[in-house]
């Protein structure tokens, strides 16, 4: 289910500099594709694992567009679209101290001393404590 965006930029840089497109309409043509792939990677993700929930998170979560888009694609799924408040969007703070409860919780323990970071590590290698 992933994406990619590879080449996405350089073509719009050289529609650009090619002086034959007004820039709102590339910042437009841009926001809709980049929507239209990741509404398109969500609901086949739903699909394929049986899920009626979408919850939307990170600052571009805070797109008025992104988020009809993704209500609108949740009610033809007969599913629900969860966004949090704006300000829990975009503070990553938050969300790694709501984590963080959750792993305490599920009674997972961190030894201070010896903490182990995976800055590259993707969240389905992630290992959910249940």
Do not use: W
């Amino acid at each position: 289910m992933d994406v990619s965006f590879t080449g996405m930029l350089t073509n719009l840089k050289q529609k650009y500099d090619s002086k034959k497109y007004k820039i709102e309409d590339l910042c437009y043509s841009l926001q809709e594709t980049t929507f239209a792939m990741l509404l398109e990677v969500s609901e086949r993700a739903m699909a394929h694992c049986n899920k009626k929930e979408l919850l939307l998170g990170g600052g571009v979560a805070c797109n008025t567009i992104l988020k009809e888009k993704s209500k609108i694609m949740c009610k033809e799924r007969n599913a629900k679209c969860f966004v949090p408040e704006n300000q829990y969007l975009v503070d990553n703070g938050a969300m790694i101290a709501t984590t963080g409860i959750s792993m305490v919780k599920a009674g997972y323990k961190l030894k201070t001393k010896d903490p182990k970071i995976y800055p590259y590590q993707r969240t389905d290698q992630v290992k959910v404590f249940s």
